[in-house]
């Protein structure tokens, strides 16, 4: 039945569907006259988002961490055109702070800590993939940009994996619990690090993992760790950035001087590595002789890096066809970039094997060269205390390399070496691993 309040509304509805197309019609006919009506442009998009992803949290590192948080936020200014953030885990050191944070620098001289807290997190792992992967998310999604910026600080040990023990078969492998790194007796006396994350979780990020898990291309990323200046992890990290930065040896405890390299991440178009580079070193040669021994700092240009495999590639198959009096050759004077760690100088390893074959790889030991200079677009050392057993800075060709080691107890590490990192079969260096 069709009842008086039933025509009431219906009559409503009609007045007020009238009053709308009325109130679009109007507005519409006043577009001209009313600016407010306009749709109101964006926020004008910053130049560049550099984080810094600080992953250690109780380690003898984070006296080095707040040291370059201060340093950060000294080197700050507010006409750079972009945002740089900082993730800290501060337990149980920082006690403003009562969870991860996630950080927006403001300019700030002193020794306290003034960034703005733009984003809080639970207790979590920061060397948990996942919980990295969120972290470099939110600072894509909360501040975009044009280009972007990662910086990773921690312990690093180029590419061996973190529980190295499990990789090679050696009944002596013990750890040095005082120093929280797993120091591992074996021949050439190898430490293991990874990408190493907090004492409390015991755990670390694999290079390849690190890969899979960054969510953009970065414009360049950089380690503010030990030994991540090698081919291994340069080659994982190609597709993910358009340089890398990082030091083939172990980086000295001050770090990187980020007061005076500040303007040069936010450079446009791209990142001037080449100030970041060089004042870096030229900033350690202004330091007292007892803040460190050695530095140096590689910039790498990763769209170069599969040529290099290339070039490396041929020569190492050529050299391995009649491999003994090469490794002859590596055997009696092959140096090591780091006493703990069995890397060596990828230009090195190659010039051996010219310098045994000169005639016959001469055109390919150039092309290897040129390949090499093409990719290592910037290297530079500070040096106070060489040392004698160990490769001299100044002979450095910028990358580190692994050279699989042709014993038995080290077969589980070559076939790891083979199985997760791309760097072997693109250049050669797996012909090495012996055939089970």
Same mark, same amino acid.
């Given at each position: 039945?069709?009842?008086?309040?039933?025509?009431?509304?219906?009559?409503?509805?009609?007045?007020?569907?009238?009053?709308?197309?009325?109130?679009?019609?109007?507005?519409?006919?006043?577009?001209?006259?009313?600016?407010?009506?306009?749709?109101?442009?964006?926020?004008?998009?910053?130049?560049?988002?550099?984080?810094?992803?600080?992953?250690?949290?109780?380690?003898?590192?984070?006296?080095?961490?707040?040291?370059?948080?201060?340093?950060?936020?000294?080197?700050?200014?507010?006409?750079?055109?972009?945002?740089?953030?900082?993730?800290?885990?501060?337990?149980?050191?920082?006690?403003?702070?009562?969870?991860?944070?996630?950080?927006?620098?403001?300019?700030?001289?002193?020794?306290? @800590?003034?960034?703005?807290?733009?984003?809080? /997190?639970?207790?979590?792992?920061?060397?948990?993939?996942?919980?990295?992967?969120?972290?470099?998310?939110?600072?894509?999604?909360?501040?975009?940009?044009?280009?972007?910026?990662?910086?990773?600080?921690?312990?690093?040990?180029?590419?061996?994996?973190?529980?190295?023990?499990?990789?090679?078969?050696?009944?002596?492998?013990?750890?040095?619990?005082?120093?929280?790194?797993?120091?591992?007796?074996?021949?050439?006396?190898?430490?293991?690090?990874?990408?190493?994350?907090?004492?409390?979780?015991?755990?670390?990020?694999?290079?390849?993992?690190?890969?899979?898990?960054?969510? @953009?291309?970065?414009?360049?990323?950089?380690?503010?760790?030990?030994?991540?200046?090698?081919?291994?992890?340069?080659?994982?990290?190609?597709?993910?950035?358009?340089?890398?930065?990082?030091?083939?040896?172990?980086?000295?405890?001050?770090?990187?001087?980020?007061?005076?390299?500040?303007?040069?991440?936010?450079?446009?178009?791209?990142?001037?590595?080449?100030?970041?580079?060089?004042?870096?070193?030229?900033?350690?040669?202004?330091?007292?002789?007892?803040?460190?021994?050695?530095?140096?700092?590689?910039?790498?240009?990763?769209?170069?890096?599969?040529?290099?495999?290339?070039?490396?590639?041929?020569?190492?198959?050529?050299?391995?066809?009649?491999?003994?009096?090469?490794?002859?050759?590596?055997?009696?004077?092959?140096?090591?970039?780091?006493?703990?760690?069995?890397? /060596?100088?990828?230009?090195?390893?190659?010039?051996?094997?010219?310098?045994?074959?000169?005639?016959?790889?001469?055109?390919?030991?150039?092309?290897?060269?040129?390949?090499?200079?093409?990719?290592?677009?910037?290297?530079?050392?500070?040096?106070?205390?060489?040392?004698?057993?160990?490769?001299?800075?100044?002979?450095?060709?910028?990358?580190?390399?692994?050279?699989?080691?042709?014993?038995?107890?080290?077969?589980?590490?070559?076939?790891? /070496?083979?199985?997760?990192?791309?760097?072997?079969?693109?250049?050669?260096?797996?012909?090495?691993?012996?055939?089970?």
């Amino acid at each position: 039945m069709f009842t008086f309040t039933m025509f009431r509304t219906c009559r409503s509805m009609r007045f007020l569907l009238l009053a709308v197309f009325v109130s679009v019609f109007m507005a519409g006919c006043n577009k001209d006259d009313d600016a407010s009506m306009e749709p109101q442009p964006a926020a004008e998009e910053k130049n560049r988002t550099v984080l810094f992803y600080m992953i250690d949290d109780d380690h003898n590192l984070w006296d080095e961490m707040i040291t370059s948080l201060n340093r950060i936020e000294k080197g700050w200014n507010d006409d750079i055109d972009g945002t740089f953030l900082v993730y800290l885990d501060p337990s149980p050191h920082l006690t403003q702070f009562t969870s991860p944070v996630l950080l927006r620098i403001v300019h700030d001289e002193s020794d306290v @800590v003034r960034s703005e807290v733009v984003k809080s /997190y639970p207790e979590q792992d920061p060397a948990d993939p996942e919980v990295m992967r969120g972290v470099l998310e939110d600072a894509v999604m909360l501040f975009p940009a044009r280009s972007h910026g990662l910086i990773i600080g921690t312990h690093g040990s180029a590419w061996f994996p973190g529980d190295l023990e499990n990789y090679v078969n050696d009944p002596n492998v013990g750890h040095d619990e005082e120093d929280h790194q797993a120091e591992m007796s074996l021949p050439l006396g190898v430490s293991t690090k990874a990408l190493l994350g907090s004492e409390r979780y015991n755990n670390c990020i694999e290079i390849d993992a690190l890969a899979q898990l960054l969510p @953009v291309k970065y414009d360049f990323i950089m380690f503010h760790a030990c030994m991540m200046g090698n081919v291994e992890t340069a080659y994982a990290l190609r597709n993910k950035c358009s340089y890398l930065v990082g030091c083939m040896a172990p980086l000295p405890g001050v770090g990187f001087p980020y007061d005076l390299i500040m303007e040069y991440l936010f450079a446009k178009p791209q990142a001037d590595l080449y100030h970041v580079a060089y004042l870096s070193a030229e900033w350690y040669d202004t330091l007292p002789e007892e803040d460190f021994d050695n530095f140096d700092v590689s910039v790498i240009r990763t769209d170069k890096l599969e040529t290099l495999a290339s070039s490396t590639r041929t020569m190492l198959t050529k050299l391995l066809i009649r491999p003994e009096a090469y490794f002859a050759a590596l055997t009696a004077d092959a140096k090591l970039v780091d006493s703990d760690m069995p890397l /060596y100088d990828l230009k090195q390893i190659m010039e051996l094997g010219y310098v045994t074959n000169s005639v016959e790889l001469q055109q390919d030991y150039a092309s290897f060269e040129a390949a090499l200079e093409a990719t290592v677009v910037q290297q530079w050392s500070a040096v106070r205390d060489e040392n004698p057993e160990l490769l001299p800075h100044e002979q450095y060709g910028g990358l580190s390399c692994y050279v699989p080691l042709r014993a038995s107890n080290f077969a589980p590490l070559n076939a790891y /070496y083979k199985t997760h990192y791309e760097w072997g079969a693109a250049s050669g260096f797996d012909q090495f691993i012996l055939s089970e």
